[in-house]
């Protein structure tokens, strides 16, 4: 039987939020008219909301799968990209072809240099709606279109403690553990008395158990983040992430050659081809791709090449109603080399009613969403902020 697109619809959603991601704002931290502040402890924008643009693809017998893309500022740029430019290029298109529509998409604009950024951001939104609708026709999990469920649940690590204080980031931290735990990650862009310090007084508190990682958001050189690291180490650091600027390839090598502690890095890079000079020049020993930035396609082989190279997978998980957080799980669970998922407790609890589906994370672990497709598809309560985009 035939089966074509016949309609590819964005969708911007903005959630109102009482206390920004990371964590209240800061000294000299302002929220601007557009709603963005800038953390002063990474120079990073972020918005004061839960931003994300939602991509919905219909057959032309009425099956519709669900995408969601990473689109924390701006929005509209990705939304525009998928209505104006990338959804048409599918119409006429079988959704049972997901691996070569994303080759032909990534395509068009390969040699104009759009190879990252907000064109593959969309890309990814929609190639996550096809796989939806491929796996919703064959009436299988999308896992089982991947190869199979090679793991049976994944762990979750708790990421970030959105407290004012260092003693309340503490506490946040034990009361995570108590509910069954067994892994947190600390923000150094809001670690006010410094890394080291957070980490000592995390690892006296949670004791010798509990995993705790550390996020250095891309802020320090080499020869800083080395330092650190092995002064983290001293209190059995589980991975330092992002330890140097995303574009300090050399950086990123000397600092995974000298720290005696993993080195993870890939939250920022979409493609295979942005995780292979860093896998060649052993730049970490975890990946962690996220799947509003590369879809399912190129998570999928992103992950297999690590696997390659020896490398572990803990997926990130960045600022969404749940759509790419159910396809990461799925693709996670796939993925021979995957260890576990971050847990964005401040961001998944709280956006879950905004999706239809069994998807949980409970007692140190994800449960995968069942039924065929995704698992999960938008709620009613989600189109409150929803508004959908037409093309300028
Ligand atoms: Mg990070």
Sequence with gaps: MSERIAAVEAF??????????LGPLGAGEEINARGYF??????????????SVLVKVTTESGCTGWGESYAIVAPGAVAEIVTDLLGPLLIGRDPRDPVPLHEDLYDTMRVRGFTSGYFVDALAGLDIAVWDVAARLAGLPLCRMLGGQRHARLAAYVSGLPKPSLPARVDLALEWQAKGFGAVKFAGAVADEGEAAEMAALRRALGPDMRIACDLHWKHTALAATRLIDRMHAHDLWFAEAPVAPEDIEGQKEVAAKARTSVALGEEWRTAFENRPRLIGRCMDIIQPEMAHTGVTEFMKIGRMAEAFHCRAIPHAS???GIFQA???HCSVALQNCDGHEYQHS???RNLRF????????????????GPGL??????DAWRYATKHEPA
């Design 38 to 51: 800038i953390r002063r402890g990474n120079r990073s924008v972020y918005p004061a909301t839960d931003t």
């Design 12 to 21: 911007r959603i903005v959630i109102p939020r009482d206390v920004p991601y």
């Design 347 to 349: 961001i998944f609890d």
């Design 327 to 329: 396809a990461s799980l």
């Design 355 to 370: 999706v239809e589906g069994d998807m949980a994370c409970a007692e140190g672990f994800y449960s995968l969403p069942t």
């Design 319 to 321: 600022i969404g109603i």
């Design 375 to 380: 698992g999960v598809s938008p709620s009613p």
